[in-house]
């Protein structure tokens, strides 16, 4: 990354895997069920266009999905307008992306990988992934995590769960793939699966995580198959 400047982040835009990633944004979003609703919100990063697009394409999901109870009847124009509002005026907000990938444990600008901060990272996404986070997850995660890395950090993994800014598991790991060597790969993939087995079962959203991650990360399945 010789030619890389402060006015780049020296990563591809995992959306288009062309452009580099350049801003993010957060889209807030409401799915009304019968009896209740669900809000939430995703942290979009890659670049301008792409962002924009997934702006619209968030718009233009609640438009189908939003309108199912009282609740999110009321609440859902508003989300729709913000993602359009923010989808028409969206920019590139270099700093902002700096600052969230070094906190997600990304280098930007050659700097050195610092695998534990992903492992705080992919964690959160595991633990944020059924919409609660509970104590017993965090004490298990922590305990595992100390185990696996050396250098493991309590109050910094819990920052980062406490963190707005956490993109989807799939950009993630895209951005991931090229920044870890294959033994980090597997350290992470190591990790994450412990925290899936650690309350004794493995449900769908969490084998459907793991999946994305070890494709994501480009792992070969087979080889983790005689590791484990
Ligand atoms: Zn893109």
Redesign the pocket.
């Known amino acids: 990354m010789a030619h890389s400047t402060n006015n780049q982040t020296g990563h591809i ?1 995992p ?5 580099q990633i350049e801003t993010i944004a957060t889209a807030p979003y409401v799915r009304g069920l019968v009896l209740a609703y669900q809000m939430g919100s995703k942290t979009l990063i ?2 301008t ?2 962002v924009k697009k997934k702006l619209f394409g968030e718009a233009g999901k609640s438009m189908l999905l939003g309108w199912l109870s009282i609740t999110s009847f009321i609440i859902n124009p508003f989300l729709i307008t913000w993602n359009l509002i923010q989808g028409a005026t969206i920019k590139p907000k270099l700093n902002e992306v700096n600052n969230t990938l070094k906190n997600l444990g990304i280098p930007t600008n050659s700097q050195a990988v610092n695998i534990t901060q992903i492992g705080y990272s992919l964690a959160a996404c595991m633990i944020k992934a059924d919409g609660k986070v509970e104590e017993s997850e965090i004490k298990m995660a922590e305990m595992i995590g100390m185990k696996i890395f050396p250098d493991f950090n309590g109050q910094k993994f819990r920052s980062i769960l406490e963190s707005r800014n956490l993109p989807t598991i799939q950009s993630l790991t895209t951005l991931l793939k090229d920044v870890l060597n294959e033994e980090g790969k597997i350290m992470i993939f190591k990790y994450l699966t412990a925290i899936a087995q650690s309350d004794g079962h493995v449900d769908d959203t969490e084998k459907n995580m793991l999946i994305q991650l070890a494709i994501g990360l480009g792992l070969d399945t087979q080889k983790l198959k005689q590791t484990a």
């Not at 959306?15 to 452009?19: D, S, V």
Request: hydrophobic share 0%.
């Open positions: 835009c959306h288009c895997k062309k452009n890659g670049c266009p792409c």
